[in-house]
């Protein structure tokens, strides 16, 4: 996060990542499974052959117990045999009669593999895909999956898969559970759901941050308790000369939460430029899912409009030497008025290998959006072995290549900077509000949005304001 000329961007390709939608959930109380014939699931393959680019698992799940069953209860897992050791793969939901935004999935390692199955994706839902009554059933859910590196996979090897299966009937080699007890199905041998020794997760990480920014004020002792740094230091990015004021970060209440607010105020100069930075003080973060919920501004409250502002959500580590290659920042770049040489608003996100500072040069590769983001916005950034990839409102923004992956972890951080004085020479007094209202960090697990939206609301339906599980690196 820092000064840039319009020359050190080099406009480079926009890969796109298919991802899901946002959802919420909701605290729901504790229900009894129903008998063990329940659920029954029904499945058939679009993409029959031994080997495809994608697997494209479609199931209907059907209530045949007595009970209404509420679908963020259930979970069905689809086995399969990984193609190679480190193969890694990605889920997607190409349709739901109940709405994607409900469906989530996430990878597994079984405990016991065998011929046919090393692996497991598991499907969940939200509380957003609602309630099955007795007889009913969910509907298509047409759901698929590939290797992250887009190579070709064999299928015809996999316990769950069956490419005769071109319309819907049940199927016994895929399990569903209910509640955490399973009701359908037979797994692998030696892989039961409920074993105890079998992971709900992919292995290793799941490690959490999570704030609700729920405080009194840049003063309070528990948000340095909390690992939080409001800074003060004088330096860059920004305009010379400009002030990092802590007493301009303030909790409001917006919508029912407490809220993080940023303040960055001038009056055209540099002696009264004001800038505001909360950051974490470990650098404690790398590979895995961050989350942040943003509220951007497109106009002062107050005072003439116009200023090169900076409203940000990002990750970075110290640079050591000038293009060192164990440089990393990631970010989100919203500038609501233009700068580095645009005419007006534009959202970046930006990976970063390295730079040099003088004379400027810069390793990177990003993806932009000419467009107004004023309001709130559902921020995601997932980091895995493979890429990066950025989502705005659960929709796609951008991936980018591995050559940009963290060598060392990084701080999470929030500023608000004006990058010139250019865009308004105004000595009328302005200011600008940038506000936070949650943070979520789960450490070498990639979430898609709606894990995200689901994993937030879970958060606050217990009560749990803050969270920190991730081990100092």
Known sequence: MRNRPTAGRARLALAVAVVLGGGALTALPAQ?????????????????????????????????????????????????????????????????????????????????????????????????????????????????????????????????????????????????????????GTAPEGNDPTDPTDPTDPPGGGQTLFDDFDYGSHTDPALSAHGWSVRSNSGGPGVPGAAWDPSKVTFVSAGGNSVMNLETSTAGTGATTTQTEVLTKSMKFRNGTYAARVKFSDAPKSGPDGDHLVQTFFTINDLKAPMADDYAEYDFEYLPNGGWGEPSNILYTTSWETYNPDPWQAVNQHSEQRSSYVGWHDLVVTIDDDAIAYYVDGQPFGTHGAQYLPERPMSINFNQWLIDLNGQTSTVPRAYDQQVDYVLHVKDQVLTPAEVAAKVAGYRAAGTGFLDEVPAS
């Open 32 to 184: 009894a499974a129903p008998a063990a014939d329940g659920l029954t699931v029904q499945y058939r393959t679009s993409a029959s052959g031994a080997t495809a680019d994608q697997t494209e698992p479609w199931f209907k799940v059907r209530n045949t117990g007595s009970s209404t069953v509420q679908l963020s209860q259930v979970r069905i897992r689809y086995y399969f045999k990984a193609d190679s050791p480190n193969a890694s793969y990605r889920f997607a939901c190409s349709w739901a009669v109940r709405g994607c935004a409900g469906v989530t999935g996430t990878f597994g390692t079984l405990s016991n593999p065998t011929a046919s199955a090393d692996r497991y994706l598991e499907v969940g839902f939200t509380a957003a895909a609602g309630a099955l009554a007795p007889g009913a059933d969910t509907g298509d859910l047409q759901l698929r999956f590939h290797r992250s590196d887009w190579q070709p996979l064999r299928q015809s090897d996999d316990y769950s898969f069956d490419g005769a299966r071109t319309s819907y009937g049940d199927w016994d080699k895929v399990t569903a559970q209910l509640a955490g007890a399973t009701v359908w």
